[in-house]
């Protein structure tokens, strides 16, 4: 079969690349790992200066078609071809892998962590033979444009996620490539830096003709790209130009303001739908407004009183996914709204194996009450100027802040914020250097014991043990957290109704997609019942099915159980979801507020959120800049702008589009996400510290 495996097959002579024909081409290629199939039937072109993405979980196969197109993996069926060879022996590979740059998947994954910053950028240009002459002037350049300069002899090992991304990046395109393959480069980066990565990117493909195949698991991503492919289990469900995509799909978003038991009843008729305070976001099938109105109002019934507002607008890619998934399993579980007294039901298609998960979190009809610790309070974390030094860094700086018994709360920030450092101090792994801690009722300088069996814990990497099976794993963790045998039986068949792994008992972790890997380390921090539950980027690289999923669970754990909730997240609409959140910068908390608050307190300072579409969008965001919007940032492939006169500031960017010959742009009112608070706020602060060290 066609692959890149040793002295396969002779090479085919190249075909003559010109410019209009594709950097990739793909047709029906297929991929095996022993019985699984990774990679089923894939079929697409990549033009040339095109920033095409991969779309999909962990497990969709976006890795190892990238790896096949990097020539680095053998295909087993189809055609692959690169730059007109068609890449099917090592050999072939050979020939176009000068042209190509390929960055895999993981933070820093192909960096040296004991070399510091130009070290890396050095070897890599040695490796690919980049002359002294070259180099100096393009390590230059590209250290300015992602503003690594300062950080010239800083260790790989000390960078933040956010740091090692763009190093990776700057190592992949030391010699120049024509096209670049990059496996998620922004899961596990914080918003500010994924902003940074992107803005990178497409000043690289607008200036150099660039050509980029890119996967990402962050839906809210994928209007970056020019096309892209979503793809899930191997297969590419949909593909297409995004807003193409979306406008196709024959779907509505329905923004519903109401009372609880109206939204309970969205829910019960709605597949898709979320819930936040007094509010609903259903998604409707529907080929126009008016008939996504028709729907809402008929499953609201007529005689709902006060009538409740809607507000229609279009669905995002996110909502194209999980419908596509729906439509191949109808039985997924989507995040439910709340009934008539703000608690959570199950989604009438849910599995039915999974009421007996219902039945152990906790009891449908019992009313959330907060749970005392061991000194008779209700405050289930209690962090007091939490201090950590490491030598001469403090990562974390005299933090405090609140948890309450049945609170999901958000610990948010940059990466290197310091939220990774707080969160192992207050569950015992780390000594604080000064500051109090209270976790459960117990002192984290003096009880550490006593914090570890009242708390659960869920690290960023998991901390499975990936050659034991499912059950091996749960029987495992039991055993650590001194459950006795027929404890350990019964909540280990707890855990496998929770994370819905039945038929997976016997199946090795490391095996398991990302969103099973997720689930079943849930199962194994919560099977000795903690009061409080520490969570460090728990949906990294999952699915949008699975990621929903995983809130309902975490819903029904804090209002029926009353489990204090602490995590950390890179994705801002969870952070949407989160009751209250602490945002961190340089190790201190600059805010403690719930997402409404947070999101008033930045429309109050600086104004309504006007979304600005204009074509390019780099031109047009440095048009804005010069026409005096110095904070415009990009996001997708509009424009976000914030002002206090939304009439007067459309005005003023309509001209200053035409001072730059540019056509007339389309403004429309937003509502401020989470993200547009994060990034403001951040960048903010960052000038800010830039200020007062300059002063």
């Known amino acids: 079969m066609p692959g890149t495996g040793a002295g396969v097959a002779a090479v085919r002579p190249a075909a003559v690349s010109t410019i209009n024909a594709p950097v990739v081409a793909l047709d029906g290629i297929g991929k095996r790992y022993g019985r699984m199939l990774a990679v089923d039937d894939v079929s697409l072109k990549v033009d040339r200066g095109r920033l095409y993405g991969l779309i999909g979980a962990?497990?969709?196969?976006?890795?190892?078609?990238?790896?096949?197109?990097?020539?680095?993996?053998?295909?087993?069926?189809?055609?692959?071809?690169v730059f007109g060879v068609r890449i099917d022996s090592e050999r072939a590979a050979e020939r176009v892998k000068a042209r190509l740059g390929f960055m895999p998947q993981g933070l820093g994954l192909n960096l040296y962590p004991e070399l510091s910053v130009e070290e890396n950028i050095d070897f890599f240009a040695r490796l690919r033979q980049v002359s002294a002459a070259e180099l100096a002037p393009r390590k230059q350049q590209l250290l300015e444009m992602t503003r690594l300069a300062a950080f010239r002899t800083r260790a790989a090992k000390n960078l933040s996620g956010g740091m090692k991304q763009k190093l990776g990046l700057v190592c992949t395109l030391i010699h120049a490539p024509e096209l670049i393959v990059l496996d998620e480069p922004t899961t596990g980066v914080d918003p500010v830096s994924r902003r940074d990565?992107?803005?990178?990117?497409?000043?690289?493909?607008?200036?150099?003709?660039?050509t980029a195949l890119v996967s990402t698991a962050y839906l809210d991503e994928a209007s970056r790209f020019?096309?892209?492919?979503?793809?899930?289990?191997?297969?590419?469900?949909?593909?297409?130009?995004?807003?193409?995509?979306?406008?196709?799909?024959?779907?509505?978003?329905?923004?519903?303001?109401?009372?609880?038991?109206?939204?309970?009843?969205?829910?019960?008729h709605f597949a898709q739908t979320e819930q936040t305070v007094g509010a609903g976001r259903v998604v409707v099938t529907a080929d126009d407004d008016e008939s996504a109105v028709a729907a809402v109002r008929a499953a609201l019934g007529s005689d709902e009183h006060p009538?409740?507002?809607?507000?229609?607008?279009?669905?995002?890619?996110?909502?194209?996914?999980?419908?596509?998934?729906?439509?191949?399993?109808?039985?997924?579980?989507?995040?439910?709204?709340?009934?008539?007294?703000g608690r959570f039901e199950r989604n009438r298609d849910q599995r039915p194996e999974r009421a007996d998960v219902e039945a152990s979190v906790g009891t449908r009809n019992a009313t959330p009450v907060p749970a005392p610790d061991h000194n008779g309070g209700t405050h289930a974390i209690d962090a007091q100027s939490l201090?950590?030094?490491?030598?001469?860094?403090?990562?974390?700086?005299?933090?405090?802040?609140?948890?309450?018994?049945?609170?999901?709360?958000?610990?948010?920030g940059a990466n290197g914020a310091g939220k990774t450092t707080a969160i192992k101090m207050?569950?015992?792994?780390?000594?604080?250097?000064?500051?109090?801690?209270?976790?459960?009722?117990?002192?984290?300088?003096?009880?550490?014991?006593?914090?570890?069996?009242?708390?659960?814990?869920?690290?960023?990497?998991?901390?499975?043990?990936?050659?034991?099976?499912?059950?091996?794993?749960?029987?495992?963790?039991?055993?650590?957290?001194?459950?006795?045998?027929?404890?350990?039986?019964?909540?280990?068949?707890?855990?496998?109704?929770?994370?819905?792994?039945?038929?997976?008992?016997?199946?090795?972790?490391?095996?398991?997609?990302?969103?099973?890997?997720?689930?079943?380390?849930?199962?194994?921090?919560?099977?000795?019942?903690?009061?409080?539950?520490?969570?460090?980027?728990?949906?990294?690289?999952?699915?949008?099915?699975?990621?929903r999923r995983f809130w309902d669970t975490l819903r029904r754990l804090a209002r029926e159980q009353g489990v204090?909730?602490?995590?950390?997240?890179?994705?801002?609409?969870e952070a949407d979801l989160c009751d209250?959140?602490?945002?961190?910068?340089?190790?201190?908390?600059?805010?403690?507020?719930?997402?409404?608050?947070?999101?008033?307190?930045?429309?109050?300072?600086?104004?309504?959120?006007?979304?600005?579409s204009a074509e390019p969008p780099l031109a047009a965001l440095a048009a804005l800049r010069a026409g005096g919007f110095a904070e415009a940032v990009l996001h997708g492939r509009r424009l976000h702008v914030l002002a206090h006169n939304a009439a007067e500031a459309g005005t003023r960017i309509g001209a200053a589009l035409a001072a730059a010959g540019l056509a007339a742009a389309r403004i429309a009112p937003q509502t401020l996400t989470m993200e547009d608070v994060f990034i403001h706020r951040v960048l903010a602060l960052e000038a800010a510290a830039q200020a007062q060290a300059a002063a």
Request: net charge neutral.
């Open 426 to 547: 207050l569950t015992g792994i780390l000594p604080p250097s000064a500051g109090i801690g209270r976790v459960a009722g117990a002192d984290m300088r003096q009880a550490g014991q006593a914090i570890k069996e009242r708390i659960g814990y869920m690290s960023q990497a998991f901390s499975l043990y990936t050659d034991l099976t499912v059950m091996e794993n749960l029987l495992l963790f039991a055993g650590i957290y001194g459950l006795t045998r027929e404890q350990a039986r019964s909540r280990a068949q707890w855990a496998v109704a929770l994370g819905d792994l039945h038929g997976h008992e016997r199946e090795p972790a490391g095996r398991l997609p990302m969103g099973l890997r997720q689930r079943l380390a849930l199962g194994c921090a919560l099977l000795h019942q903690p009061r409080v539950l520490f969570l460090d980027e728990p949906t990294s690289g999952v699915d949008p099915i699975g990621r």
């Open 387 to 412: 201090t950590r030094d490491f030598g001469g860094f403090r990562a974390v700086d005299r933090a405090s802040f609140i948890v309450r018994y049945g609170e999901i709360f958000g610990l948010l």
């Open 564 to 573: 204090a909730i602490l995590l950390t997240t890179h994705y801002m609409a």
């Open 58 to 81: 962990d497990g969709a196969g976006k890795s190892s078609l990238m790896k096949m197109v990097a020539g680095v993996l053998a295909h087993d069926c189809g055609t692959v071809e």
């Open 197 to 210: 990565f992107w803005a990178i990117l497409a000043q690289l493909i607008d200036g150099q003709r660039l």
């Open 580 to 612: 209250r959140i602490a945002l961190m910068f340089a190790g201190r908390v600059v805010a403690d507020a719930t997402p409404t608050q947070l999101k008033a307190e930045l429309t109050a300072e600086r104004g309504q959120l006007l979304e600005v």
């Open 226 to 268: 020019d096309r892209l492919a979503l793809m899930h289990v191997g297969r590419v469900l949909a593909e297409g130009e995004p807003a193409e995509l979306v406008a196709a799909a024959g779907l509505r978003v329905a923004q519903v303001q109401a009372e609880p038991a109206a939204l309970a009843r969205l829910a019960a």
């Open 307 to 341: 009538v409740p507002k809607i507000v229609i607008t279009p669905p995002d890619l996110e909502d194209l996914f999980v419908a596509r998934l729906q439509a191949l399993d109808g039985t997924a579980t989507i995040r439910p709204a709340p009934d008539a007294d």
